[in-house]
T-cell receptor, first 115, second 116 residues
């Protein structure tokens, strides 16, 4: 079975400071990993993905994430947070050998960037 | 046009009503999805259509009935819902379900449904 955990319900960071939103996963093989962001009253927006290759992936709006196989983690990072980054962030995973099973989303982490 | 549109934005219905949610995309995507999202929870997949055929049904109660009349449109027909069905219903699309085609899903803004 595949699963993903986001250990923090809420992350607060001052504007201009680096931010990290944590995600750990559990799959039987090599995972496909994703980050999505949801702004208030909006649908989810794709930020970035890890499929294979370089462990550091860069995505939209200056976000990046690092795949760490030994720690089964895929933390989302940004060097300098903006107030407009405040939103709900979801990590998602899929086992590529699981057939037609859907993406499994984490419970979400609310990021608040304070001016 | 990289947008998924959903109508209505808000819907209030009684338990005996019949209503429909509508989703539309004009990106040429051949896979479309319905998700249900309760407050402060992640989206939960309900249905997936591929090339206008139902591909995945995540054991959703029959009071939810999906329909894909063409490759651009996805409907969700609602009948005899319960108050616990109140949620944000999200539609999404992707180029397809083949490898590489489903990696990025494009989501609509959702329909916020309240069942009284």
């Amino acid at each position: 079975a595949q699963s993903v955990a986001q250990p923090e319900d809420q992350v607060n960071v001052a504007e201009g400071n680096p931010l990290t939103v944590k995600c750990t996963y559990s799959v039987s093989g090599n995972p496909y990993l994703f980050w999505y962001v949801q702004y208030p009253n909006r649908g989810l927006q794709f930020l970035l993905k890890y499929i294979t290759g370089d462990n550091l992936v860069k995505g939209s709006y200056g976000f990046e994430a690092e795949f760490n196989k030994s720690q089964t983690s895929f933390h989302l990072k940004k060097p300098s947070a903006l107030v407009s980054d405040s939103a709900l962030y979801f990590c998602a995973v899929r086992d590529p050998f699981s057939g037609n099973t859907p993406l499994v989303f984490g419970k979400g982490t609310r990021l608040s960037v304070i001016a | 046009d990289t947008e998924v549109t959903q109508t209505p934005k808000h819907l209030v219905m009684g338990m005996t009503n019949k209503k429909s949610l509508k989703c539309e995309q004009h990106m040429g995507h051949r896979a479309m999805y319905w998700y249900k999202q309760k407050a402060k929870k992640p989206p939960e997949l309900m249905f997936v259509y591929s090339y206008e055929k139902l591909s995945i049904n995540e054991s959703v109660p029959s009071r939810f009935s999906p329909e894909c009349p063409n490759s651009s449109l996805l409907n969700l027909h609602l009948h005899a819902l319960q108050p616990e069905d109140s949620a944000l219903y999200l539609c999404a699309s992707s180029p397809g379900l083949a490898e590489g085609e489903w990696w990025e899903q494009f989501f609509g803004p959702g329909t916020r449904l309240t069942v009284l």
